[in-house]
């Protein structure tokens, strides 16, 4: 297992008080709160799989070798499209964990949670 899936790994270790690979091993006796997170976790590592995916499928929808005409600026505009919908995905999956978190520790949603920066992960497992 990669030693980051997302920007809010540490966030979830810090909530359930082990790390994710040690979650994903004993899924089958995590209590129901718990379970709720590590789903919630794997919804958000598809998301960002996906936005990761699209990205790349953008660039090489720009290929420098393309001519630039009409058909490229429709398809790089297709394909933008496609990856903030990939994005929008992945910030609703974000807000879906982050909601489940606070579940656990039964803390009130803030309307505006923001999420860590994207430099959170700096951790070896």
């Not at 919630?40 to 001519?67: K, M, P, S, W």
């Amino acid at each position: 297992m990669p030693a980051c899936l997302t920007r809010l790994d540490d966030r979830v270790e810090a909530a359930v008080g082990t790390s994710i690979a040690a979650l994903h091993a004993e899924e089958v006796r995590l209590e129901a709160g718990v379970a709720r997170v590590l789903d919630a976790h794997r919804a958000l590592v598809r998301a960002e799989t996906r936005v990761a995916f699209e990205r790349v499928r953008l660039v090489i929808c720009g290929d420098r070798q393309r001519r630039v005409d009409d058909r490229l600026l429709a398809d790089l505009s297709d394909q933008l499209e496609i990856l903030e919908d990939a994005a929008t995905t992945r910030d609703q999956a974000e807000s879906d964990l982050l909601a489940r978190i606070a579940e656990l520790r039964h803390l009130p949603v803030p309307a505006t949670q923001s999420a860590p920066s994207p430099t959170g992960c700096t951790r070896q497992r």
